[in-house]
């Protein structure tokens, strides 16, 4: 059975909740506001239909679906315990909500015909924001108050992760040009080839966020091993031809060795520096966070109880080592710092299994790609809670990776022909 053959009709109530949820795509890229009032559209018509409710009910008898509703629920119970006072509690707690956009873009975007929409809607707007960050360059001007021209999507890591999307994007349109045929701008491959080299030119030489070298070059070897075709050694050649080549292109940028060289002092310097430092202020909120999770490594310090168990953790030093902070700028530690080692098992079992999801060729890749990106950097960051990038990746995991509704024997009929051998997708056989 192939899971691109899958088609149901699509009702009213699902053409507005996809809608709305590419409006939360759109909005998330320039304004919290905007995105948090569509958010609480997307409520309302997965409330309001039976159909979406049916779809979503689908998704949560999902393995992945549940993992991540596990994870929720430890985050919930966190809450009801901690240091942090109880209005920041619940207010992390909120923050979280994030992470329904997986499910709700799961269900709303499960059929090959949805996933290609939405990628190409998603590659015009980065397509857009990539010439407007050209302008602005040029112009030397920038769009946001004091901040560096250049900048069109949020912050520098936020554009960074859009532009590798992008990217990505365009070549899942060179992979199988027969699945964008019909779209007004990826059908084009010359427009697919000069986006991708203009959009490395960007993250390479006009953006400093560190992160989103390593996003990029993530992103670009997982697609490479994982469309690349042919034996396993043939895709783990290709993989490593990608490294090879997109390191080349970054480490050919002034602008990307000066600041990973940079990283690298201000670490390597954190304990001497009398100044506060982006690479110097991680190694010592990463000893503390250590710290922290030593004394309380099983129920953790509550939901939001990080700031607070990390201001009595630096109370009497001075300097900048002596400021407080409510991230320590890896996910992993300050899941286990606040939700303790329940709601890390649970995040990497989350991570685990929608690595194993088998969906839609070349959807899943490209989602696959993301989560092994985003999961790369939340070692140095920590993109699943923070607003952006959080909500980019669980939107796109859940969108990606999902499989058509209306076949609950789809992830086991999936995994059946995986170990035989076979391969899922019509265009696998």
Not at 209 to 234: E, P, Q
Request: one cysteine or more.
């Amino acid at each position: 059975m192939s899971v691109a053959q899958a088609a149901v009709p699509v009702d009213v109530g699902v053409r507005a909740a996809r809608y709305l949820l590419i409006a939360v795509l759109i909005a998330m890229q320039f304004s919290s506001s905007l995105t948090v009032g569509f958010e609480f559209g997307v409520y309302a018509v997965f409330a309001w239909f039976p159909s979406l409710r049916e779809r979503l009910w689908f998704v949560m008898q999902q393995r992945v679906a549940r993992a991540l509703a596990v994870f929720l629920l430890i985050v919930v119970i966190a809450t009801c315990y901690g240091v942090a006072p109880l209005h920041d509690r619940l207010g992390q707690l909120s923050g979280w909500r994030k992470a329904l956009l997986f499910f709700f873009a799961a269900a709303a975007f499960d059929d090959e015909d949805a996933k290609r929409e939405l990628a190409g809607i998603y590659f015009a707007v980065c397509l857009i924001a990539l010439v407007l960050s050209a302008v602005t360059s040029a112009g030397n001007f920038s769009i946001y108050k004091g901040i560096g021209r250049g900048l069109i999507i949020h912050n520098y890591a936020t554009q960074s992760f859009a532009f590798s999307l992008a990217i990505g994007i365009a070549v899942l349109s060179l992979v199988d040009r027969a699945k964008f045929a019909a779209d007004p701008l990826l059908r084009h491959w010359w427009l697919a080839v000069l986006a991708i080299v203009a959009f490395v030119a960007d993250i390479a030489y006009m953006l400093p966020g560190r992160s989103g070298y390593m996003i990029l070059i993530v992103m670009a070897v997982t697609l490479a091993a994982t469309l690349g075709g042919g034996t396993r050694r043939t895709r783990l050649a290709a993989g490593a031809c990608v490294v090879v080549a997109v390191s080349g292109v970054l480490s050919s940028s002034p602008l990307v060795r000066q600041r990973v060289e940079l990283a690298v002092s201000e670490m390597e310097s954190a304990e001497q520096s009398k100044n506060l430092t982006s690479g110097g202020v991680r190694v010592v909120m990463w000893r503390t966070a250590w710290q922290i999770i030593s004394e309380h490594p099983v129920l953790g310090v509550g939901t939001a109880g990080f700031k607070t168990a990390y201001a009595q953790k630096v109370e009497g030093q001075t300097g900048w080592q002596a400021e407080p902070t409510g991230d320590p700028h890896n996910q992993y530690l300050k899941i286990w710092a606040e939700q303790g080692i329940l709601g890390l098992v649970a995040i990497v079992v989350f991570i685990g299994l929608a690595l194993t999801t088998r969906g839609i060729t070349p959807f899943r890749e490209l989602g696959l790609a993301i989560l092994l990106a985003s999961s790369a950097s939340s070692l140095v960051n920590s993109h699943f809670s923070t607003f952006f990038e959080g909500r980019m990746v669980f939107f796109w995991l859940g969108a990606l990776l999902s499989t058509p509704f209306g076949h609950a024997s789809v992830e086991k009929a999936a995994r059946a022909d995986y170990l035989g051998g076979r391969e899922v997708s019509e265009e696998r056989n």
